[in-house]
Antibody, heavy 120, light 106 residues
């Protein structure tokens, strides 16, 4: 069965960066886009961006350009997201997702989420 | 950007009730709409896609309808396990979510 296992919670200082991982299993990693979604405390969901593991192609929500960097390691079926120049606005839960079809924004499978807290 | 507006923001209903949640897009998104259920402390779960297609494994009491700008998620007979927040999402142009409807038991 498809699983997305994300790294653990992170406490980081303002101005620093954080890199989180999303290890995929149960399907061919290179065949499906992986998207990242932000959920601020008690609030709604925001699409950050997506990466196609086969080619490394990426697309981003304009709001997160320059903030998020997406990469993959095909050898370990792991997707990564790095967030830079962190502020309190970046404190949130971050989910990786796998889309339903080969090219869609329908988020079928979700990781368990990574809670990022930005605090000095 | 396409904005998604959900109503109501909070809904209280009793077990067995027929429940209707609404979602309105700021422009025509045809049927490019999904619904997700998020229970407390969990990741969202896909319920409906393409406005009215039930994801495999989701109980048939859930149904979706609508096209263009107005959409509805209906639960035909509310069960205790349906207590959650429900989000709609458009994927016609990029991807944006509504603010959610929190469904609680009366």
């Amino acid at each position: 069965q498809v699983k997305l296992l994300q790294s653990g919670a992170a406490l980081v200082k303002p101005g620093a960066s954080v890199k989180m991982s999303c290890k995929a299993s149960g399907y061919t990693f290179t065949d499906y886009w992986v998207s990242w979604v932000k959920q601020s405390h008690g609030k709604s969901l925001e699409w950050i961006g997506e990466i196609y593991p086969n080619s490394g192609a990426t697309n981003f929500n304009e709001k997160f350009k320059g903030k998020a960097t997406l990469t993959v390691d095909k050898s370990t079926s792991t997707a990564y997201m790095e967030l830079s120049r962190l502020t309190s606005e970046d404190s949130a839960i971050y989910y990786c997702t796998r889309v339903r079809g080969r090219s869609s924004y329908i988020y079928h499978y979700w990781g368990q989420g990574v809670m990022v807290t930005v605090s000095s | 950007d396409i904005q998604m507006t959900q109503s109501p923001s909070l809904l209280s209903a009793s077990v067995g009730d027929r429940v209707t949640l609404n979602c309105k897009a700021s422009q025509n998104i045809y049927k490019n709409l999904a619904w997700y259920q998020q229970k407390l402390g969990e990741a969202p779960k896909l319920l409906i896609y393409n406005a009215n297609s039930l994801q495999t494994g989701i109980p048939s009491r859930f149904s979706g309808s609508g096209s263009g700008t107005d959409f509805t998620l209906t639960i035909s007979s509310l069960q205790p396990e349906d207590v959650a927040t429900y989000f709609c999402q458009q994927y016609y142009s990029g991807s944006t979510f509504g603010a959610g409807t929190k469904l609680e038991l009366k």
